[in-house]
């Protein structure tokens, strides 16, 4: 088993079936599952070949005297494990999501660490015209938080040998909307192997899609209230106050692009 606390600030370790075990005074959690039939129409290859439970999706965890902290003020701890592999050429991922906005006409924002492995988050937006007018991609490893900003969808990628487990503080009130990604088969650009590299794929199935941009991750404290270093839970638990913007996007700032580079 690996541990995890170090990095999560919780008493977590990962199993060797790339399931979470929950220690100490921690409340398991039963995890919802992607399967890889649930994720054929988001593929670049829907008949391509892999691991059948592709990832588990750990919502609201957390130890209760801390969720009675956090819940009050609409926030919600997640963990993810994606398992490594690939599903033909493609490197395995998340299916991909939107969120709505918030009822003073914000779209919800999200924020997400890194606990262990590599991942490429890839960010997209839809312009005035519903074409996609910006594409982000962010590599990011331990200890690494990124930023998913208003109005962007988002899909994780596992580039890595191993699994990638990764946490977010979100808004509990909303849910994700799936359908531009499943009606598109997948985001704007799929990843690819491609020697020591990552090749990125244009999805045919957009009318046109920009060149991604590369982008390091960046958090930085005056704005989400994480500190580089140290795991967002503790920073969360202990002033859930100052992510009151992802559940209040639209009395924060207007403008978040330089938390991506």
């Given amino acids: 088993m690996r541990d995890l606390e170090g990095t999560s600030g919780l008493p977590l370790r990962l199993a060797d079936d790339g399931r979470v075990v929950f220690g100490g005074d921690l409340p398991p959690v039963e995890p919802a599952v992607r399967t890889r ?4 129409e988001v ?3 829907a008949d391509a070949a892999g691991p059948e439970q ?5 919502r609201d ?24 592999g690939r599903l033909g050429q493609e490197w395995n991922k998340t299916f991909g999501h939107y969120h709505p906005k918030d009822p003073e006409g914000q779209f919800y924002p999200e924020v997400y660490e890194v606990i262990s492995g590599s991942a490429i988050y890839l960010l997209q937006r839809r312009g005035a015209d519903g074409r996609i007018d910006d ?7 331990p200890g690494d938080k990124v930023f998913m900003l208003p109005g962007y969808g988002h899909a994780t990628i ?3 040998d191993e699994p990638l487990v990764m946490a977010n503080w979100v808004a509990g009130e ?13 985001a704007a650009y799929y990843a690819l192997t491609g020697g020591d590299a990552v090749r990125w794929s244009p999805n045919a199935h957009y009318p046109s899609v920009p060149e991604a941009r590369i982008r390091a991750p960046r958090c930085p404290v005056d704005t989400t209230g994480l500190q580089a270093g140290r795991p967002m ?7 859930p106050e100052r992510l009151d913007y992802l559940v209040r996007a639209a009395r924060y700032r207007g403008d978040w692009a330089e938390l991506v580079g």
């Fill in 54 to 58: 592709l990832y588990y999706m750990y």
């Fill in 158 to 160: 596992n580039v890595g």
């Fill in 135 to 141: 594409v982000l991609a962010v590599p990011a490893g």
């Fill in 43 to 45: 593929l670049a290859d």
């Fill in 37 to 40: 039939t649930e994720m054929r």
């Fill in 233 to 239: 839970y503790l920073d969360g638990v202990a002033h």
């Fill in 61 to 84: 965890v957390g130890r209760p005297q801390d969720k009675a902290r956090t819940a009050p003020r609409g926030l919600r701890y997640d963990i993810t494990v994606i398992a490594p």
């Fill in 174 to 186: 909303f849910s994700s909307e799936y359908g531009d990604y499943r009606e598109r088969h997948g």
